[in-house]
């Protein structure tokens, strides 16, 4: 931990010397509200109206298909799923306060804000019909609350690796998704060349996506690329929060999700102690018709190592209308 501090600081000091810390795009690119170029879209969630990052593949009238970036990612990692514009009006965003989204407060991260978020973003771009909604990590557990509370606005669901949707699935592996762990919040709390602003974390957190403090991969030494534009540091800290009460794990993401009667498909991997065979135990048995996607030789960050096999098993499963 000392040596990746001191090569995070090292890092760090020299280009804190040469720019202006309150420039937006200083360290980390701007995001949509001070850059106007981006495309964008505001949605009023939580009764304060704020500016996405979004961007769209497919013809306009296309069955919607919506795809949401998991935690301390933004869509740019997602790119390959703009293969399903072929059959699809494909709909990527990066969440309020993550990616290159306005910057939001604690306050307006919480759980049930996701999920609203999710329908103020099905109001303005599904034309009213259900759509296919697809989430990684934990956005794949906001697509299930989602589904909980608006069944009628979904007709499939998949679910990227999700962490356990209740605390007692999620205890069967421990600390092995524990990002409040002391590492972890080393490297976020603990590194002081940066302000401590949205800013300042977000560039820290882009050094943890580098650290290896995530058990994600098959191989520790050799992690896998996972290209992000800006991760959203402050929202992962709080929704990480949210599920201790102490040091206990102490949440239920699964209240009416057994309600819903469409199609779900939950993808796990090889090598993750979220993987296929805690999937299989844990969140497959909640839904009412639900199967799993097995994806072999990858960890946690499908989209860079096996790109072709998600592809190929969404496109299995996918059933757009006719």
Aim: glycine letters at 10%; one cysteine or more.
């Amino acid at each position: 931990m000392l040596r990746v501090r001191a090569a995070l600081l090292l890092h760090l000091v020299p280009l804190w010397a040469c720019v202006d810390p309150g420039d937006p795009g200083a360290w980390v690119p701007a995001t949509v509200d001070e850059d106007p170029s981006l495309p964008s879209r505001s949605l009023d969630v939580v009764g304060h109206l704020r500016q996405v990052h979004l961007r769209t593949f497919g013809a306009e009238g296309a069955p919607p298909l919506f795809v949401i970036p998991g935690s301390a990612s933004d869509l740019r990692a997602y790119a390959p799923l703009a293969a399903l514009s072929d059959h699809y009006r494909v709909v990527m965003w990066d969440l309020r306060g993550n990616g290159l989204s306005e910057r939001v407060p604690a306050e307006e991260l919480g759980f049930e804000a996701m999920a609203e978020e999710l329908e103020a973003m099905w109001l303005a771009e599904a034309g009213g019909e259900p759509a296919t909604f697809i989430g990684h990590s934990w956005s794949a557990a906001f697509v299930a609350l989602y589904l909980a509370r608006h069944p009628e606005h979904v007709r499939q669901a998949v679910l990227i690796e999700p962490p356990g949707l209740k605390d007692s699935f999620q205890d069967q592996v421990g600390l092995a998704l524990d990002l409040m762990a002391p590492g972890y919040l080393d490297l976020v709390w603990s590194v002081g060349s940066a302000p401590l602003d949205h800013v300042g974390l977000d560039y820290q957190m882009l050094g943890m996506l580098q650290s290896g403090v995530r058990n994600f991969y098959c191989d520790p030494d050799d992690h896998p690329p996972w290209p992000v534009w800006r991760p959203g540091a402050l929202a992962l800290i709080t929704w990480e929060a949210a599920i201790l009460k102490g040091t206990s794990l102490d949440y239920d993401f699964t209240p009416g999700v057994g309600e819903f009667t469409g199609e779900v498909l939950i993808v796990g991997t090889e090598c993750r102690p979220i993987g296929t065979e805690f999937q299989t135990a844990t969140n497959l048995t909640v839904f009412q018709d639900a199967r799993v996607l097995d994806i072999r030789g990858s960890g946690h960050r499908i989209l860079t190592e096996q790109p072709e096999a998600l592809l190929a098993g969404l496109q299995a499963f996918l059933r757009p209308p006719r």
